[in-house]
């Protein structure tokens, strides 16, 4: 009986003619066979792994992103507005504040130490590019996801990402 279960499950289940089975049982049939393509395509394309990289970059780019925000919000006059939106947003749950203030407090000592010169623009073009690299692999994390086959050309990819960076901030 489990043999013949399985069987049905690997082979049958795709050349089974659903007008012959009552509506009730073509249904599941049906449901069976959506459910049995979204794991084939879950295991085949690593779906976890690449959720686990979307995860890693997410909460890598944290820091570097809060202190790209902080500065641009910073130049245009709204740093303490901006974190007044945000403690707000995080004030329901105590572990989120907690986690927020390091964030802010890491964010803030980090344009603190590139103001100044030469210094001032290193920092800057690594905090740029530490933002971008981020950016790009979740966009290719995405991609892959997807089955996207050809990437979108540097140039675009630069252009949205500085965009997304200088007016994701004033929003």
């Known amino acids: 009986m489990i043999k013949r279960i399985?069987?049905?499950?690997?082979a049958e289940i795709w050349i089974v003619e659903l007008s012959r089975y009552p509506r009730i049982l073509a249904f599941f049939i049906r449901q069976l066979r959506i459910i049995l393509m979204a794991w084939k395509g879950f295991r085949d394309n690593r779906i976890s792994l690449r959720a686990s990289a979307l995860t890693f970059y997410t909460m890598l780019s944290i820091v570097p992103v809060a202190a790209m925000v902080f500065g641009i919000s910073k130049g245009f006059g709204f740093e303490q507005k901006l974190e007044r939106i945000l403690r707000e947003q995080f004030s329901k749950r105590e572990e989120f504040q907690e986690v927020l203030e390091y964030i802010i407090d890491f964010a803030q000592n980090m344009l603190i130490r590139?103001?100044?010169?030469?210094i001032a623009g290193i920092g800057l073009v690594v905090l740029f590019w530490s933002v971008m690299q981020v950016l790009g692999n979740i966009e290719n994390s995405f991609n892959a996801i997807w089955q996207i086959k050809r990437p979108r050309p540097f140039i675009r990819k630069f252009s949205d990402y500085l965009s997304m960076m200088l007016i994701a901030p004033v929003l």
């Not at 399985?6 to 690997?10: D, L, Q, S, V």
């Open 6 to 10: 399985i069987n049905f499950i690997k």
């Open 114 to 118: 590139i103001n100044g010169g030469f």
